[in-house]
């Protein structure tokens, strides 16, 4: 008879199995598509550098200038939303109507928000360190598919024991 400290094991693996399976897919996918947004000469684009939010405004804002439009109607898809201000905003590129983007430049290097915002945009402090958000991602790239295969392979051992013990029984 099997005590019920085993019982007890054995499920709490098969749920770490099943919940660590079922996240490391969406971790792959975060991590695939994160580095594919960072890098991206991957995808092909001409464009070999992510820039900040604030570079991107200011190079819509520049070209709308030139051009005697604002970068909210250069930018406009010809969808509006308001924002959580109130103020009626594009759902177009210009990153100037993320309210994400807005609430973070407060305080723009200080608390949480700052260090959230600059890992976000591959920076400690004033450090560039989007090289190690690149190994990161490809870390985790490694990690969450060998660990899909560890998984499946577990699955599939222990299928192959419970036809075994029915064909037994």
Do not use: Y
């Given at each position: ?20 399976l ?26 070999t550098d ?68 600059g890992l976000?945009?591959g ?9 190690l ?37």
């Open positions: 008879m099997k005590r019920k400290g085993e019982s007890l094991m054995r499920r709490t693996r098969q749920l770490h199995l099943w919940i660590g079922i996240c490391s897919i969406f971790i792959l996918i975060e991590s695939v598509t994160g580095l594919l947004l960072s890098e991206r000469w991957l995808l092909g684009s001409g464009s992510m820039r900040p939010p604030q570079a991107i405004t200011q190079s819509a804002s520049a070209a709308g200038q030139d051009t005697g439009q604002s970068d909210q109607t250069a930018n406009n898809t010809g969808r509006t939303f308001t924002a959580r201000n109130g103020e009626s905003a594009s759902d177009g590129a210009s990153a100037n109507n993320r309210q994400a983007f807005k609430d973070g430049d407060r305080g723009e290097g200080s608390g949480a928000t700052g260090i959230i915002k976000h945009e920076r400690i402090g004033q450090t560039n360190v989007k090289w958000a690149d190994l990161t991602a490809v870390g985790m790239i490694v990690l969450t598919s060998t660990g899909i295969i560890l998984s499946i392979k577990s699955l599939r051992a222990q299928s192959i024991r419970r036809k075994k013990r029915h064909v037994e029984a």
